[in-house]
């Protein structure tokens, strides 16, 4: 075996230097083969959409209702989180601003919203406990991307601790053995 520094492997091909990619490697963190195409060329709903815009990921996460089976992928997730994030805090913002007229202070200092914030806040409760059970299949889904478990989920149970934990796994990558969870359909 000789010492070869010139860029080539044993089989001659040339060695990308410093742990760089193969050529037609996937780039790190991204998806490990193309996903699946359905019907004129679109991601078929069993399988993740990389690159998913604002759009698409609203419309998957309501498509996708209660399937706790297959993955999303990190921008269906995160564009999901931002928008309800945003309209929570919208709705927050209107609630307070209805709810002051006629609005009172107890001694303790504690406000008391008028009657404009009853609309507002009933929006806001069917917004809440309408999308419990699809915020939780998307989790589920997020977690089967990095090859984990969706009842991982139940981490979050633990004050503190388990939000920053789920936050932590919500960031990770695709892992190539996520595959498992996918169940696809015709």
């Known amino acids: 075996m000789t010492d070869r520094d010139d860029g080539a492997d044993q089989q001659g091909g040339a060695v990308p230097p410093y742990g760089q990619q193969q050529y037609g490697q996937p780039p ?3 998806p490990p083969q193309g996903p699946p195409f359905g019907a004129g060329g679109a991601v078929p709903l069993w399988a993740p959409l ?3 815009g604002p759009g698409d990921a609203v419309k998957r996460f309501f498509v996708k209702y209660a399937d706790f089976t297959g993955r ?19 709705l927050g913002i209107g609630g307070f601003v209805a709810g002051i ?15 404009g914030f009853l609309p507002v806040g009933f929006v806001f409760a069917i917004l809440l406990f309408g999308t419990i059970v699809p915020f939780l299949s ?28 789920l936050f932590i796994l919500s960031l990770l990558g695709p892992k190539p053995a996520g595959a498992r969870f996918d169940r696809p359909r015709a």
């Open 72 to 90: 999303a992928s990190r921008s269906e997730y995160w564009w999901v989180v931002l928008a309800n994030s945003v309209l929570y805090l919208v």
């Open 28 to 30: 790190y963190g991204q």
């Open 50 to 52: 990389y690159g998913a």
């Open 101 to 115: 007229p006629g609005s009172t202070t107890d001694y303790d200092g504690t406000m008391n919203p008028g009657p």
């Open 138 to 165: 998307l989790g589920a889904r997020r977690l089967h991307d990095v090859d984990l478990s969706g009842w991982l989920q139940l981490i979050n149970l633990v004050p503190y601790l388990g939000g920053f934990v």
